[in-house]
């Protein structure tokens, strides 16, 4: 059992963890998702769904049943309908459920996620293409995430030192919200 079970019966995860599969799913986020969970952090990752744009039940329901949200923002996420679309439910689900979302930037600058520059803009060039109804919206989504406090990859020597900074972040985190919680019930 996590840091936070006991102070929520309804939630199954303490972190839902998403990521762009292609640019950090086999090196840093399982690494970071093995440090999770070798803390006893129940963390949702999505190694096992089916590949494809839209997000399915499953998935929205993990991101419901979550207390908290580590978003990877890694070169190519924005080039990934899926990842954008999870985003906007994940957004969703913070502004109804009041959970923590925590951006980490992998590789790429928080500031070409913010204003969709580089390779973020040049994923939205295609969306337009293709998909434009939904880019303002992921659009927005990506400014109001990028905008939040978070980790910078490129301000570390090395991986293991912002995994471990940031799984101590987490446990710091998880510990503040399960004694909230505790004190409003």
């Not at 006991?6 to 640019?23: H, M, P, T």
Request: with cysteine; net charge negative; aromatic share 10%.
């Amino acid at each position: 059992m996590g840091v936070a079970a006991s102070s929520s019966s309804s939630k199954k995860y303490e972190v839902f963890l998403s990521f762009r599969g292609e640019d950090a799913g086999r090196s840093f986020t399982s690494h970071l998702y093995t440090a999770l969970c070798e803390k006893g952090i129940e963390t949702f990752v999505g190694y096992e769904l089916p590949k494809g744009d839209d997000i399915s039940k499953s998935l929205i329901q993990a991101i419901e049943d979550s207390s908290m949200y580590l978003i990877v923002f890694s070169e190519n996420y924005a080039s990934s309908k899926r990842c954008l679309n999870e985003l906007i439910e994940i957004l969703r689900c913070n502004k109804e459920k009041r959970r923590c979302v925590v951006p980490i930037f992998y590789q790429v600058d928080p500031s070409e996620v913010r204003h969709q520059s580089g390779a973020y803009g040049e994923a939205f060039a295609q969306h337009l293409n293709i998909n434009p109804e939904k880019v303002d919206e992921w659009r927005k989504a990506l400014s109001e995430t990028a905008s939040l406090v978070g980790w910078h990859s490129r301000n570390y020597r090395d991986e293991s030192e912002l995994i471990q900074n940031i799984v101590s972040h987490i446990i710091e985190l998880l510990k503040h919200w399960s004694s909230s919680a505790l004190a409003k019930n």
